[in-house]
Protein backbone atom coordinates (compact mmCIF):
# COMPACT_ATOMS: atom_id res chain seq x y z
CA UNK A 1 0.00 0.00 0.00
CA UNK A 2 1.51 3.44 -1.02
CA UNK A 3 0.73 6.57 1.02
CA UNK A 4 -1.83 8.65 -0.03
CA UNK A 5 -0.15 11.88 -0.26
CA UNK A 6 -2.88 14.32 -1.23
CA UNK A 7 -4.61 13.70 1.74
CA UNK A 8 -1.32 14.13 3.75
CA UNK A 9 -0.47 17.29 2.09
CA UNK A 10 -4.30 18.44 3.14
CA UNK A 11 -3.84 16.96 6.72
CA UNK A 12 -0.62 19.11 6.92
CA UNK A 13 -2.39 22.02 6.73
CA UNK A 14 -3.09 21.92 10.35
CA UNK A 15 0.89 21.98 10.68
CA UNK A 16 0.73 25.49 7.94
CA UNK A 17 -1.56 27.06 10.68
CA UNK A 18 0.48 26.71 13.58
CA UNK A 19 3.90 27.11 11.77
CA UNK A 20 2.66 30.70 10.02
CA UNK A 21 1.75 31.99 13.70
CA UNK A 22 4.91 30.70 15.20
CA UNK A 23 7.09 32.79 12.93
CA UNK A 24 4.90 36.00 13.06
CA UNK A 25 4.97 35.33 16.69
CA UNK A 26 8.82 35.31 17.35
CA UNK A 27 9.18 38.29 14.48
CA UNK A 28 6.72 40.29 16.13
CA UNK A 29 6.47 39.96 20.39
CA UNK A 30 9.74 40.75 21.09
CA UNK A 31 10.08 43.75 19.20
CA UNK A 32 6.76 44.78 20.48
CA UNK A 33 7.65 44.00 24.26
CA UNK A 34 11.00 45.62 23.53
CA UNK A 35 10.69 48.72 21.52
CA UNK A 36 7.11 49.50 22.06
CA UNK A 37 7.05 49.12 26.17
CA UNK A 38 10.60 49.93 26.50
CA UNK A 39 10.75 46.22 28.47
CA UNK A 40 15.11 44.97 29.27
CA UNK A 41 15.80 41.35 27.94
CA UNK A 42 15.00 39.52 30.84
CA UNK A 43 11.43 40.64 31.22
CA UNK A 44 11.22 40.44 27.94
CA UNK A 45 12.35 36.81 27.76
CA UNK A 46 10.74 35.78 30.25
CA UNK A 47 7.17 36.86 29.13
CA UNK A 48 8.44 35.07 25.70
CA UNK A 49 9.00 31.96 27.97
CA UNK A 50 4.91 31.57 28.35
CA UNK A 51 4.26 29.40 25.31
CA UNK A 52 7.06 26.82 26.39
CA UNK A 53 5.32 27.15 30.27
CA UNK A 54 1.95 26.54 29.27
CA UNK A 55 2.76 23.63 26.74
CA UNK A 56 4.33 21.54 29.60
CA UNK A 57 0.66 21.63 30.99
CA UNK A 58 -1.76 22.39 28.30
CA UNK A 59 -0.83 20.20 25.24
CA UNK A 60 -0.70 17.17 27.67
CA UNK A 61 -4.26 18.29 28.53
CA UNK A 62 -5.62 18.78 25.27
CA UNK A 63 -4.23 15.86 23.38
CA UNK A 64 -5.92 14.26 26.01
CA UNK A 65 -9.09 15.43 25.92
CA UNK A 66 -9.22 15.30 21.64
CA UNK A 67 -8.56 11.87 22.08
CA UNK A 68 -12.39 10.93 24.33
CA UNK A 69 -13.99 13.63 21.58
CA UNK A 70 -16.44 12.38 19.38
CA UNK A 71 -18.29 14.92 17.34
CA UNK A 72 -19.19 15.23 13.57
CA UNK A 73 -16.25 16.78 12.79
CA UNK A 74 -14.25 14.40 14.10
CA UNK A 75 -11.72 14.37 17.22
CA UNK A 76 -8.70 16.30 15.83
CA UNK A 77 -10.69 18.85 13.32
CA UNK A 78 -13.17 20.44 15.91
CA UNK A 79 -10.22 22.04 18.36
CA UNK A 80 -8.21 23.21 14.96
CA UNK A 81 -11.04 25.18 14.19
CA UNK A 82 -12.31 26.74 17.14
CA UNK A 83 -8.80 27.29 18.51
CA UNK A 84 -7.50 28.85 15.05
CA UNK A 85 -10.64 31.59 15.05
CA UNK A 86 -9.84 32.30 18.79
CA UNK A 87 -5.94 32.44 17.78
CA UNK A 88 -6.62 35.04 15.04
CA UNK A 89 -9.03 37.17 16.64
CA UNK A 90 -6.84 37.42 19.56
CA UNK A 91 -3.98 37.99 17.49
CA UNK A 92 -4.89 40.46 15.56
CA UNK A 93 -5.73 42.68 18.18
CA UNK A 94 -1.99 42.61 19.88
CA UNK A 95 -0.53 45.61 17.73
CA UNK A 96 -3.48 48.00 18.49
CA UNK A 97 -3.04 47.56 22.89
CA UNK A 98 -1.00 50.36 24.57
CA UNK A 99 -0.76 48.79 27.73
CA UNK A 100 1.13 46.37 28.63
CA UNK A 101 -0.87 44.51 31.27
CA UNK A 102 -4.00 44.05 28.68
CA UNK A 103 -1.24 43.32 25.88
CA UNK A 104 0.17 40.70 28.41
CA UNK A 105 -3.59 39.22 28.76
CA UNK A 106 -4.32 39.10 25.03
CA UNK A 107 -0.96 37.26 24.60
CA UNK A 108 -1.58 34.84 27.10
CA UNK A 109 -5.28 33.99 25.74
CA UNK A 110 -3.61 33.89 22.06
CA UNK A 111 -1.13 31.52 23.72
CA UNK A 112 -4.18 29.59 24.95
CA UNK A 113 -5.75 29.27 21.71
CA UNK A 114 -2.75 27.68 19.77
CA UNK A 115 -2.48 25.07 23.09
CA UNK A 116 -6.10 23.96 22.57
CA UNK A 117 -5.06 22.46 18.98
CA UNK A 118 -0.88 21.38 19.17
CA UNK A 119 -2.09 18.13 20.02
CA UNK A 120 -4.75 17.57 17.87
CA UNK A 121 -2.89 18.37 14.87
CA UNK A 122 0.27 16.33 15.72
CA UNK A 123 -2.19 13.25 16.06
CA UNK A 124 -4.01 13.79 13.15
CA UNK A 125 -1.97 12.05 11.03
CA UNK A 126 -1.44 8.78 13.01
CA UNK A 127 -5.13 9.14 13.01
CA UNK A 128 -5.47 8.66 9.68
CA UNK A 129 -2.46 6.72 8.31
CA UNK A 130 -1.57 3.28 8.74
CA UNK A 131 1.33 2.70 10.83
CA UNK A 132 3.83 1.65 8.66
CA UNK A 133 3.50 4.81 6.45
CA UNK A 134 3.65 7.49 9.29
CA UNK A 135 6.86 8.17 8.73
CA UNK A 136 6.69 9.55 5.55
CA UNK A 137 3.61 10.96 6.41
CA UNK A 138 5.30 12.48 8.92
CA UNK A 139 7.66 14.53 6.56
CA UNK A 140 4.97 15.64 4.33
CA UNK A 141 3.26 17.36 6.89
CA UNK A 142 6.14 19.29 8.51
CA UNK A 143 7.53 20.34 4.79
CA UNK A 144 3.40 21.75 4.48
CA UNK A 145 4.24 23.50 7.97
CA UNK A 146 7.45 24.92 6.65
CA UNK A 147 5.81 26.43 3.66
CA UNK A 148 3.51 28.28 6.11
CA UNK A 149 6.36 29.41 7.79
CA UNK A 150 8.10 30.46 4.55
CA UNK A 151 5.56 32.50 3.36
CA UNK A 152 4.95 34.34 6.47
CA UNK A 153 8.97 34.94 6.47
CA UNK A 154 8.21 36.41 2.90
CA UNK A 155 5.49 39.07 4.41
CA UNK A 156 7.54 40.07 6.74
CA UNK A 157 10.13 40.77 4.39
CA UNK A 158 8.07 42.21 1.96
CA UNK A 159 6.18 44.48 4.58
CA UNK A 160 9.63 45.33 6.20
CA UNK A 161 9.06 44.12 10.09
CA UNK A 162 11.63 45.85 12.48
CA UNK A 163 12.22 48.69 14.96
CA UNK A 164 11.87 51.17 11.92
CA UNK A 165 8.07 49.64 11.30
CA UNK A 166 7.05 48.94 14.89
CA UNK A 167 4.67 51.91 14.82
CA UNK A 168 2.68 50.33 12.00
CA UNK A 169 2.29 46.36 12.51
CA UNK A 170 -1.44 46.50 11.74
CA UNK A 171 -0.61 45.73 7.71
CA UNK A 172 1.75 42.59 8.16
CA UNK A 173 -0.97 41.29 11.29
CA UNK A 174 -3.63 41.45 9.06
CA UNK A 175 -1.08 39.68 6.10
CA UNK A 176 -0.60 36.77 8.41
CA UNK A 177 -4.19 36.24 9.76
CA UNK A 178 -5.42 36.15 6.32
CA UNK A 179 -2.65 33.36 5.30
CA UNK A 180 -3.71 31.60 8.70
CA UNK A 181 -7.78 32.12 8.00
CA UNK A 182 -6.96 30.63 4.21
CA UNK A 183 -5.00 28.08 5.18
CA UNK A 184 -8.17 26.78 8.24
CA UNK A 185 -10.40 27.27 4.93
CA UNK A 186 -8.20 24.86 2.80
CA UNK A 187 -7.63 22.32 5.73
CA UNK A 188 -12.07 22.59 6.61
CA UNK A 189 -12.79 21.86 2.75
CA UNK A 190 -10.42 18.93 2.24
CA UNK A 191 -9.76 17.19 5.53
CA UNK A 192 -12.48 14.45 6.06
CA UNK A 193 -11.31 12.98 9.47
CA UNK A 194 -13.82 10.69 10.20
CA UNK A 195 -14.11 9.15 7.13
CA UNK A 196 -10.40 9.34 6.83
CA UNK A 197 -9.76 7.49 10.46
CA UNK A 198 -11.98 4.76 9.32
CA UNK A 199 -10.33 4.16 6.08
CA UNK A 200 -7.56 3.83 7.85
CA UNK A 201 -8.92 1.14 10.34
CA UNK A 202 -10.03 -0.80 7.38
CA UNK A 203 -6.60 -0.42 5.53
CA UNK A 204 -5.19 -1.57 8.66
CA UNK A 205 -6.97 -4.74 9.14
CA UNK A 206 -6.73 -5.57 5.03
CA UNK A 207 -2.90 -4.92 4.18
CA UNK A 208 -1.39 -4.92 7.68
CA UNK A 209 -3.16 -7.34 10.10
CA UNK A 210 -0.12 -7.86 12.12
CA UNK A 211 -0.44 -3.99 12.90
CA UNK A 212 -4.15 -4.58 14.31
CA UNK A 213 -3.12 -7.50 16.09
CA UNK A 214 -0.34 -6.16 18.02
CA UNK A 215 -2.20 -3.01 18.92
CA UNK A 216 -5.28 -5.10 20.37
CA UNK A 217 -2.45 -7.06 22.36
CA UNK A 218 -1.27 -3.19 23.42
Same mark, same amino acid.
Given at each position: ?14 ? $?? *? ?9 ? @??? *? %? ?13 ? /? &? ?14 ? @? ?6 ? /?????? $? ?6 ? &???? $?????? @????? %? ?5 ? *? ?10 ? &? ?16 ? &? *? ?8 ? %? ?12 ? !? ?8 ? +?????? @????? +? ?24 ? !? ?7
Amino acid at each position: MKLNYKKVICVGFAF $FL *ITAFWQAYDKT @IPL *I %LTYKFNMNQTLSGLI /M &AFDNVLAVFLLPLFGA @ISDKTNSK /MGKRTV $FILFGTIL &AIVS $FIFLPL @IGNVW %LFVAVLL *ITLLSMATFRSP &AVALMPDVTCKPLRSKGN &A *IINLVGTVGG %LIVLGVGLVVKVGE !QTMHNLMPYY +IIVCGV @ILVGL +IVFLLTVKENKWAEQMRQDTEKYYPE !QDEKEEKV
